[in-house]
């Protein structure tokens, strides 16, 4: 079982759609990313995701078992946390580090953590960063109203998960 933890925001910076996309709303970055990440695990699942962010982020969440959100709140940062839960692996060596960060990077290969750049990552996540899924995250209003009808992007998102 594969093991991929992702350093989120060096991810998102690190491509340009991504990076356009969170230049809107990072809140919509983040969230189309995740559900990417959901994508691919259908494909895949018997793999493991860490998706690792700095701060804390309330509504960030998944109902994926295969997925675990870490956040490092006010007191660390996302780098602290990977090194925390490198240090607390049992295998090594099915084990990936999403990141460009090289001080990061030099830490994992200590471990024999194999280390993956993010623009690879996203090509494995379909046929390239360019399929990458983009859906509005769906925050709350005063008014809190249901939408009346289903975008074409949705659909066609709902109908690439349920093939």
């Known amino acids: 079982m594969k093991h991929f933890i992702l350093d989120v925001y060096n991810i998102i910076y690190g491509s340009d759609e ?11 970055a983040i969230n189309s990313f995740l559900i990417s990440i959901q994508a691919y695990l259908l494909k895949h699942p018997k793999f493991k995701i860490s998706f690792v962010v700095d701060g804390y982020i309330p509504w960030l969440n998944t109902t994926n078992r295969n997925i675990a959100i870490l956040q490092s709140y006010k007191s660390s940062n ?18 990936y580090l999403i990141s460009s960060d090289s001080e990061l990077c030099k830490y994992a290969k200590l471990y024999s953590i194999k280390i993956i750049a993010p623009s690879n990552f996203l ?9 990458i899924i983009y859906v509005p995250s769906q925050k709350k209003d005063d008014k809190d109203e249901k939408p009346t ?15």
């Open 18 to 28: 991504l990076k356009e996309i969170s230049n809107k709303s990072f809140d919509y």
């Open 78 to 95: 996302a780098d602290d946390v990977i090194r925390k839960l490198i240090k607390k692996l049992k295998h090594y060596g099915v084990t």
């Open 123 to 131: 090509k494995l996540l379909g046929s390239g960063a360019g399929d």
């Open 149 to 163: 009808n289903i975008t074409e992007e949705e659909l066609n998102y709902y109908k690439k998960i349920f093939e």
